[in-house]
């Protein structure tokens, strides 16, 4: 899938229009073909975890030969493992097994937020193989000093990623506020206009790893990162319709529709943090007044309830204190009034609650969903229906980053070895 707000992709959602006025795209040549190919089988294999040449041939309708030759070819570029054979009970020999490397290619995730850097680097299996977080006040230090640390941060990660035979990819930044073209135009919480975000932490990270020079980099809003994270890695299913909620200093949101972000005519769509719930509430930092940030995100609602932090706040609202509770049910009120106009908007199947609310979920969800079951039109959201969701435990910003560099690598595994980027970490000795 590609992102719309990041260099070098479309700012908005694509959608393939044929009509009879339109010149029909050129026929593929015969390389152009073997690339489209050598993808498919690629993604074959990774979406089943392990497989044979025979049931890849059966699920994509090449022949046998055809996928053996794309095979061996994945093999050689250290894309794919052998791994023993698998009987059917059928007549006929043992197939051998596939998978995919767990070295070789990996994608790099960095997320930046108001208080803490997560970087992660992820295989191509899916697995995370270093994940290192820094909790930090990024609202003392200047954009170029965060965009370093963050820098600073991804290569330690990259030094043990190495250890362990793997190479990035490309790099994803998943950043707060507005995001587009590798630059944040506006995060209020940080106090940050127009930061070219992409280029400081590039210069800063080929600085400490030269290596890293013309390392790809993509970018995005933290949120439509962790709603990828969720559409990709998360528990949902075959759920392809939601809005998606981060809950972190301010509130971030994200719309995936049929399994597509929805990013709006500039990439910015899905700000659900700066809705005015109230037109005469507290002053927020975005400007305006009211905003749903300054009721339901993490300082509004440690502030509210006097907590320290979020653990003081889950074991304040546990043991039953009256301003934690209060602070929280005045949140879920304030979640669903802001909820219910982008539900009677858009009919999502669910909505997903991620960073700080899957732990606050009991305290805010009876207020959230009731305020869904007066508001929305469609009768559908009863407080009984389960359509308030947690997010998955793994699955935040910096996850989102680093597969949505795999989903490059996976899109077109050709181009990813036409860098040279892999070259030497074929895992089986063939590369």
């Excluded at 989102?400 to 899109?411: I, K, N, Q, T």
Aim: proline share 5%; charged share 20%.
């Amino acid at each position: 899938m590609s992102a719309g707000a990041v260099s070098g992709r479309a700012k908005g959602a694509t959608r393939l229009s044929l009509t009879m006025n339109q010149p029909t795209e050129p026929k593929a040549d015969k390389s152009g073909v073997r690339r489209h190919n050598l993808s498919l089988v690629l993604r074959t294999v990774h979406d089943a975890g392990e497989t044979t040449r025979a049931a890849v041939a059966a699920r994509v309708g090449l022949t046998r030969p055809a996928v053996s030759s794309l095979v061996e070819q994945l093999l050689d570029l250290g894309f794919l493992v052998e791994s023993g054979k698998t009987f059917s009970g059928q007549a006929g020999r043992p197939g051998t097994v596939l998978k995919p490397a767990d070295t070789g290619p990996a994608g790099l995730g960095v997320e930046i937020n108001v208080d803490y850097v997560t970087v992660r680097v992820v295989d191509l299996t899916g697995t995370d193989r270093v994940r290192h977080t820094e909790r930090l006040d990024n609202r003392a230090a200047d954009a170029p000093e965060v965009l370093a640390r963050a820098a600073r941060i991804a290569a330690e990660a990259l030094d043990a990623a190495a250890e362990r035979r793997l190479v990035p990819a490309g790099a994803g930044l998943a950043l707060p506020g507005l995001v587009s073209g590798g630059t944040v135009r506006q995060a209020p919480n940080l106090g940050w206009h127009e930061v070219p975000a992409e280029r400081l932490f590039g210069d800063a990270l080929t600085t400490l790893r030269p290596g890293t020079a013309g390392l790809a980099l993509t970018s995005d809003n933290e949120a439509n990162m962790a709603a990828l994270a969720e559409l990709w890695s998360g528990t949902l299913g075959d759920l392809r319709t939601f809005v998606h909620l981060t809950g972190e200093i301010g509130v971030g949101g994200a719309l995936v529709v049929h399994g597509e972000l929805l990013r709006g005519a500039h990439g910015f769509a899905g700000e659900i943090g700066h809705l005015v719930v109230d037109a005469e509430g507290p002053r927020c930092r975005c400007g305006s007044r009211g905003c749903l940030e300054q009721y339901a995100g993490q300082a509004a609602l440690l502030r509210a309830a006097e907590a320290s932090g979020v653990p003081d706040l889950v074991g304040r609202a546990g043991s039953g204190d009256r301003r934690a509770l209060a602070a929280l049910a005045e949140a879920g009120r304030m979640l669903g009034r802001a909820l219910s106009g982008a539900v009677n908007l858009l009919d999502p199947e669910a909505v997903v609650l991620g960073g700080i609310y899957p732990q606050l979920m009991p305290w805010l969800a009876p207020a959230l969903a009731e305020e869904l079951s007066d508001r929305v039109v469609s009768g559908l959201w009863t407080p009984d229906a389960g359509r308030l969701r947690p997010a998955s435990a793994a699955t935040d910003a910096s996850r989102g980053a680093a597969a949505l560099v795999l989903h490059d690598v996976l899109s077109d595994p050709s181009a990813y070895a036409a860098t040279g980027a892999g070259a030497g970490t074929a895992p089986n000795g063939r590369g």
